[in-house]
């Protein structure tokens, strides 16, 4: 029935595709100029809306790189209350920056967390603040074409992958499938873990890679819950009641994930990136009190946890758990990206400190 009723909104999808082209044209053409740093600059993206992993694949390149590297993020901050440039710092909220980049100060605390709506401006104010930074990572900026990265990581969902959806708003596409052209590496990401060599292939051939790029599979990987609050770690028992928190694009790997490990699950659902009251933390605690097991846990994502942390007042007591996740590489390609990946870093010169654009745009 949704699937019919997307179809409804072919014509608008139309009018949205003119108007990607012709931006995409203008880029092409350099009538709008992107400009180039002489520094790395990496941007992890997707064509979609929400739910292929960028985040735990931000973290991925900062758990890979950080330890030979002083590395910033860059982030728009969606659903942040602010405006304009902001670094974090130790007193810094998600209000101020967003859920994301919060979670990124939280697990990294010697990166620099950065956010801005125009990364053209936000990158040398960055840099000014933190003039030994090596490597920015953009978060969500494959379509933020003022800046032209030097190395564009695309993501797509093994189940919606770019080359099967339509346009928005018919589809979950904010830019056309070509565009996935401009991107170095595609991963493919949320894989089922027994996905198979000749599945691989099947996809491969479907997305028809250039043969400048390197195509990954991924799949995801949960860790051992945490508690939100003291930090403890926590084995979930098979005879458990779990009540799910999540408000993420897609929480459906995560319900695949949960259902077999505990007895019975309910789940609490909000839109991506919520931001929750007072009267959400009650309805939290009202649907936990209505379960009737002695056994019983909330479980929510980093995401949702990084949210709810501004409640620690009411919600300290209960036993609320984070779960993280991460990407694991299959087909034993974690050393091959990684490869990929310095073979960019080390094209170019990161021990130059005058990171200026190469390009001015039209202003």
Same mark, same amino acid.
């Given at each position: 029935m949704l699937k019919s009723f997307r179809y409804v909104l072919l014509p608008f999808s139309?009018? !949205? *595709? @003119?108007?990607?082209?012709? #931006?995409?044209?203008?880029?092409?053409?350099?009538?709008?100029?992107?400009?180039?740093?002489?520094?790395?600059?990496?941007?992890?993206?997707?064509?979609?809306?929400?739910?292929?992993?960028?985040?735990?694949?931000?973290?991925?390149?900062?758990?890979?790189?950080?330890?030979? !590297? *002083? @590395?910033?993020?860059?982030? #728009?901050?969606?659903?942040?209350?602010t405006v304009g440039y902001g670094i974090a710092n130790e007193n810094t909220t998600a209000l101020e920056i967003g859920d994301e980049p919060m979670q990124f100060h939280?697990?990294?605390p010697n990166v620099a967390v950065a956010v801005g709506?125009?990364?053209?401006?936000?990158?040398?104010?960055?840099?000014?603040?933190?003039?030994?930074?090596?490597?920015?990572?953009?978060?969500?900026?494959?379509?933020?074409?003022?800046?032209?990265?030097?190395?564009n990581i695309l993501l797509t969902e093994h189940k919606n992958l770019y080359s099967r959806d339509l346009l928005m708003p018919a589809g979950d596409?904010?830019?056309?499938?070509?565009?996935?052209k401009r991107a170095e590496i595609i991963i493919v990401t949320k894989c089922n873990h027994d996905l198979t060599i000749g599945e691989r292939d099947l996809i491969l051939a479907e997305l028809n890679p250039t043969a400048d790029q390197t195509v990954f599979f991924t799949e995801?990987?949960?860790?051992?819950?945490?508690?939100?609050?003291?930090?403890?770690?926590?084995?979930?028992?098979p005879d458990n009641d779990l009540l799910l928190v999540c408000g993420i694009a897609n929480p459906e790997p995560l319900q695949e994930f949960l259902t077999p490990l505990v007895r019975s699950y309910d789940m609490l659902s909000f839109p991506d990136?919520?931001?929750?009251?007072?009267?959400?933390?009650?309805?939290i605690k009202k649907q936990f009190e209505k379960m009737t097991s002695a056994n019983k846990v909330i479980v929510t994502t980093e995401k949702d946890g990084v949210r709810l942390a501004k409640f620690e007042n009411d919600l300290q007591d209960y036993p609320i758990y984070v779960l993280p996740i991460e990407h694991s590489?299959?087909?034993?390609?974690?050393?091959?990206?990684?490869?990929?990946?310095?073979?960019?870093?080390?094209?170019?010169?990161?021990?130059?400190?005058?990171?200026v654009p190469q390009d001015q745009p039209i202003i």
């Open positions: 139309f009018v !949205y *595709a @003119i108007i990607v082209t012709i #931006r995409n044209w203008l880029f092409d053409k350099d009538y709008l100029k992107s400009a180039a740093f002489n520094f790395p600059i990496i941007c992890v993206g997707n064509l979609a809306v929400g739910g292929t992993g960028k985040t735990p694949m931000v973290e991925y390149l900062l758990r890979m790189l950080g330890n030979d !590297y *002083a @590395i910033a993020t860059l982030s #728009r901050g969606y659903k942040r209350k939280l697990k990294f709506e125009e990364r053209l401006v936000a990158i040398p104010q960055l840099l000014h603040d933190r003039p030994a930074t090596e490597i920015i990572i953009l978060d969500d900026a494959f379509q933020h074409r003022s800046v032209k990265a030097g190395l596409l904010r830019d056309r499938r070509s565009s996935a995801i990987l949960y860790g051992r819950p945490y508690h939100l609050f003291s930090k403890k770690t926590f084995t979930i028992p990136h919520h931001v929750f009251s007072i009267d959400d933390m009650e309805e590489f299959m087909f034993n390609d974690a050393a091959r990206f990684y490869e990929r990946v310095q073979i960019f870093i080390s094209s170019l010169n990161t021990g130059n400190k005058d990171k």
